[in-house]
């Protein structure tokens, strides 16, 4: 969480004062990285690693739903949704080469891969 390009992803998307009244519409489960911390540090916890991985990968397919490319006009939306994508590489890497060491398979992971698979095919 301390890097800096995860500053916009730390907390809630605070739609209201944004003025992104479609937001709830279009994401129906919300995830910020200051809610995972929560959940891993506070009585709400994950019972499973996959569970947490789970989360943190809601957030990058969260920001890139809702500023689809294609319906990206403004710059703020573009540039968002291209650090979402800069931010979910690092964190698909950081899985793939620390993710074995713990014996997880969750979802995201096997997402993580069927999207590998798909780019090394050319697709």
């Known amino acids: 969480m301390d890097n800096p390009q995860t500053v916009d992803f730390r907390q809630p998307v605070d739609w209201k004062t944004l003025g992104l009244l479609d937001y709830p519409t279009v994401i129906t489960q919300p995830m910020d990285?200051?809610?995972?911390?929560?959940k891993l540090l506070g009585a709400?916890?994950?019972?499973?690693?996959?569970?947490?991985?789970?989360?943190?990968?809601?957030?990058?397919?969260?920001?890139?739903?809702y500023n689809a490319k294609e319906s990206v006009?403004?710059?703020?939306?573009?540039?968002?949704?291209?650090?979402?994508?800069?931010?979910?590489?690092?964190?698909?890497?950081?899985?793939?080469?620390?993710?074995p060491f713990i014996g997880a398979s969750s979802r995201c992971v096997l997402e993580c891969r069927k999207r590998e698979t798909r780019k090394e095919e050319g697709g």
């Open 44 to 65: 709400s916890c994950y019972t499973t690693v996959e569970e947490c991985l789970d989360d943190i990968q809601l957030i990058w397919e969260n920001c890139k739903a």
């Open 33 to 38: 990285l200051s809610t995972v911390r929560s």
């Open 73 to 99: 006009s403004d710059c703020l939306m573009q540039w968002i949704h291209k650090l979402a994508d800069k931010i979910e590489k690092v964190y698909r890497k950081m899985i793939k080469n620390y993710l």
